[in-house]
């Protein structure tokens, strides 16, 4: 698959309540937590994608949603309105740590019989760490403007391809591209996994 084809977007919404402070400028080394996440993705697209409620973010192209408070899906909407790719691959704000060698699977096993592609890591599914193709923005459209919140529930009308086994990913590059932050204690062992990852 061409990167003509894709695009990436790095959902930065939501409350950060629990961390306190915004989890996107949250520090590694001398990389915020967006920044990191935005150099993983440029290996496997040119194009990235933030999506946010404010409209500025250098260097990053930024779109906001057209749903308000309608979660994830409200950004992957929003983001194939702009029509920017055929397939779109997710990370949010909160997982700093996300691996080129995950998305470049996922994107291999991306074909036309497949609306989505979904990660599953330790019995668990991850949608907002996969790969979406844009033909399916019309049901979201829908399944957003009738209420739909639940990434679940838009599988119900997709045809979604589910992948537990990520071959040439060892399981320290597996468990470092499924964690998340989302308090301060996450943040400090976010830091000790940096800077054992440098070593």
């Known amino acids: 698959m061409d990167q003509k084809d894709l695009c990436a977007v ?9 961390m306190g402070t915004a989890k ?18 440029s290996q496997v697209t040119d194009t990235i994608i933030v999506n946010q409620k404010e409209r500025k ?25 702009e029509k920017p790719a ?12 996300v691996s080129e060698k995950v998305y470049r699977h996922l994107i291999q096993e991306a074909d036309e019989t497949f609306d989505a592609v979904i990660p599953i890591y330790e ?18 459209e829908t399944y957003l403007a009738q209420g739909g919140r639940k990434v679940r ?10 992948l537990d086994t990520y071959p040439g990913v060892d399981q320290e590059e597996l468990s470092m591209h499924f964690f998340n932050m989302n308090t301060p ?13 440098k070593k």
Do not use: Q
């Not at 973010?57 to 309105?81: I, S, W």
């Not at 204690?185 to 990852?197: H, M, T, V």
């Open 86 to 97: 055929t397939w779109i691959v997710m990370a949010a704000c909160d997982t700093p740590f």
């Open 24 to 41: 996107s400028s949250l520090n590694f080394g001398s990389m915020t937590s967006l920044e990191l996440i935005a150099h993983s993705l």
């Open 123 to 140: 019995g668990r599914f991850h949608p907002i760490s996969g790969v979406y193709n844009s033909r399916i923005l019309d049901k979201l």
């Open 57 to 81: 973010n250098e260097p990053y192209h930024v779109v906001r949603d057209l749903y308000e408070d309608a979660g994830p899906l409200a950004g992957l909407h929003a983001v194939m309105k």
């Open 153 to 162: 529930g838009l599988f119900d009308g997709i045809k979604v391809k589910e």
């Open 185 to 197: 204690e996450d943040y400090a062992l976010a830091c000790d996994l940096f800077k054992k990852r």
């Open 10 to 18: 790095i959902l930065n919404g939501g409350g950060s309540t629990r």
